[in-house]
């Protein structure tokens, strides 16, 4: 199957390093002391943050920081596959955990001793980089819950098809079985937290598309920075009022 036309233009009409559009939005659930919708093109995730709060099982208590927990969970309709997939699933329980890691990366947990912070992440749609998109989404979430971070971390993928390297492949290009690289990354400092491939590059060949991921979560970065200064500005301009 040809993902790269011709005339260089994927199957959605996106140039080779053109991200999808993204959107986001903070504070969508009320309940939550921090949450946020983010969407990557079709795919839409929602994280809720709560915390920090007295640990729930004092045996998880740690005396020098917080206990992180995350839950990752998709919606039954978010593929339209009518397949029911049990709670704690295989691929749910490593991406809570790929999700958890990562934040603690940049959350100071050692500010919040014996207390536990919990993220929750819902994928409502999927079309490919719903990982990035999670990551992406629970960065907004504690990001809106005032929980202290070193630096914000941003997601976004990369792949390698028909000898191009493609930025935030949709889930056609995801499912087509080619290598692709997934990045977390923390942009202030300029370290990555999150490096995972699912099959084999050349070295040469490895750099450029983490390269491009790199780039990609650069991107994603300055727009969250722009969504999280619009919202400081609606709440000073709401105390003002």
Do not use: W
Request: proline content about 4%; glycine content about 8%; hydrophobic content about 40%.
């Amino acid at each position: 199957m040809e993902f790269v036309s011709p005339e260089g233009l994927r199957l959605d009409g996106r140039r080779p390093m053109e991200m999808r559009q993204i959107r986001a939005e903070i504070g969508a659930v009320s309940k939550a002391d921090g949450s946020a919708l983010f969407e990557m093109g079709n795919t839409k995730v929602l994280a809720a943050v709560y915390g920090p709060r007295e640990v729930q099982n004092r045996s998880q208590q740690m005396s020098n920081q917080a206990l992180v927990r995350c839950e990752y969970t998709m919606a039954n309709f978010s593929t339209g596959d009518r397949m029911r997939k049990p709670k704690g699933d295989r691929r749910s329980t490593e991406i809570s955990l790929v999700i958890r890691q990562t934040m603690e990366e940049c959350i100071l947990t050692h500010l919040m001793p014996r207390s536990q912070i919990d993220i929750f992440v819902q994928v409502l749609q999927a079309d490919g980089g719903t990982r990035s998109a999670c990551i992406n989404a629970a960065t907004l979430a504690l990001a809106d819950a005032g929980i202290p971070m070193r630096d914000i971390v941003t997601s976004c993928s990369a792949g390698y098809l028909n000898s191009t390297p493609l930025l935030d492949l949709n889930y056609v290009e995801d499912s087509a079985g080619g290598p692709d690289v997934t990045v977390g990354f923390l942009p202030k400092l300029d370290k990555v937290t999150l490096l995972q491939m699912d099959s084999k590059l050349p070295v040469d060949i490895f750099e450029n598309v983490m390269q491009l991921a790199i780039e990609g979560c650069k991107a994603v970065a300055n727009y969250i920075r722009e969504v999280m200064l619009e919202s400081t500005k609606k709440l000073e301009y709401c105390r003002g009022a």
